[in-house]
């Protein structure tokens, strides 16, 4: 029994990434292309000048964006993770695994996760647990990666779209409370690209949670990969479910929203995508679906040449932003426009301060 298990789980791993890169094939519009940047025409900066450095968790990293949560817990896998690892070195950027559950449950997996770690010894690595996970388990899926953070995802549309998934969900809250309490390294709260509202960030920061990842709507749809999983597909219905990235960061500007660091992800596709989230407030940016297709398509050199080429495009729009630095471009004025702007009004933002921020 406990090998059928294994293997099913091994089996799901490698259709999560097989119908993420499907997905990311094609992406159409995106909630961020509803949100304008209020630039310069006679910037004070030069391209020399731009500083792109901030902090994940209070530690120091060079450029704002990170290989987001993907993979392991297969063979097939462990080489993916093997060339997402060799791009975060070379590109010098985090990059969190997949969740781990897979090898908690089989060591025979460990290795699939491990392989990351042996590739980029240095570099910052988030580990990736459930909820589900009891606290002596993920402190050992922590010990698996020598980990510089914990990222703990929850995905409770996921979870009910998928047969096996889990049903009983009332406990997450404690079992993530006893995470900041108890684990050494710092713990960042996750959704898996459904989006965390300022509600459920509220509910999190008075726990303690310092970090969340808003994980919109607009990227890989797991309630689609789930549901093309089932022969029955009964949860078609479910496939437009939660907010987009866009919404998800200016539910953040609300008053009522915590004082909190957040991180944004969810559909991002290119510089302007970064640039958008930072000036709304993200410390950083996370991308998974483009990183692996590009992999998938393109292999691992041409993937580090095009971030690579990301970090110049980002120097260039924070000279068009007028910002030397992160600091200075969440000072930015942004116009909200379209069905973006419709919700954000209906949700209380205050879309004209956004608007004339300088």
Not at 89 to 111: F, R, W, Y
Not at 171 to 195: A, C, D, N, Q
Request: with cysteine; net charge negative; proline share 3%.
């Amino acid at each position: 029994m406990q090998k059928n298990e294994d293997l099913l789980r091994e089996r799901r791993k490698d259709e999560h990434v097989a119908l993420g890169v499907k997905q990311n094939e094609q992406l159409g519009k995106f909630s961020l292309d509803d949100i304008q940047l209020l630039g310069t025409s006679i910037p004070r900066y030069n391209v020399r000048d731009i500083d792109l450095t901030t902090t994940i968790c209070g530690m120091d990293v060079a450029f704002p964006f990170y290989i987001n949560a993907m993979t392991g817990g297969s063979r097939h896998t462990k080489k993916i993770n093997a060339d997402l690892a060799e791009i975060a070195k070379e590109v010098g950027i985090p990059m969190a695994v997949g969740s781990q559950s897979a090898a908690l449950k089989n060591s025979t997996l460990i290795d699939t996760y491990q392989v990351v770690r042996d590739n980029n010894p240095n570099g910052v690595i988030l580990a990736n647990i459930s909820p589900e996970v009891k606290i002596e388990d993920g402190l050992r899926a922590v010990e698996m990666l020598t980990a510089d953070a914990l990222q703990i995802h929850i995905n409770p549309a996921q979870e009910l779209v998928m047969q096996e998934g889990d049903r009983s969900f009332s406990h997450w809250l404690t079992r993530i409370e006893e995470y900041v309490k108890l684990s050494p390294v710092p713990i960042i709260v996750k959704e898996v690209g459904f989006g965390l509202t300022r509600e459920t960030v509220t509910s999190l920061a008075n726990i303690g949670v310092q970090t969340v990842d808003l994980a919109g709507k607009g990227g890989t749809n797991f309630a689609r990969i789930e549901n093309d999983r089932r022969r029955d597909q009964a949860y078609d219905f479910l496939l437009d479910w939660g907010i987009t990235t866009g919404q998800a960061l200016l539910d953040m500007q609300h008053a009522d929203a915590p004082d909190i660091a957040f991180l944004s992800s969810g559909g991002i596709r290119t510089p302007m995508d970064i640039v958008k989230s930072l000036a709304l407030g993200a410390g950083s940016v996370g991308m998974a679906g483009q990183v692996i297709y590009s992999l998938k398509k393109n292999g691992v050199e041409q993937t580090i040449a095009k971030l690579e080429l990301w970090k110049e495009q980002l120097r260039g729009l924070f000279v068009l932003a007028d910002a030397q630095n992160i600091t200075e471009l969440k000072k930015t004025s942004l116009v909200v426009t379209g069905e973006l702007a419709t919700w954000g009004n209906l949700r209380g933002i205050d879309l004209k301060q956004l608007a004339n921020r300088k």
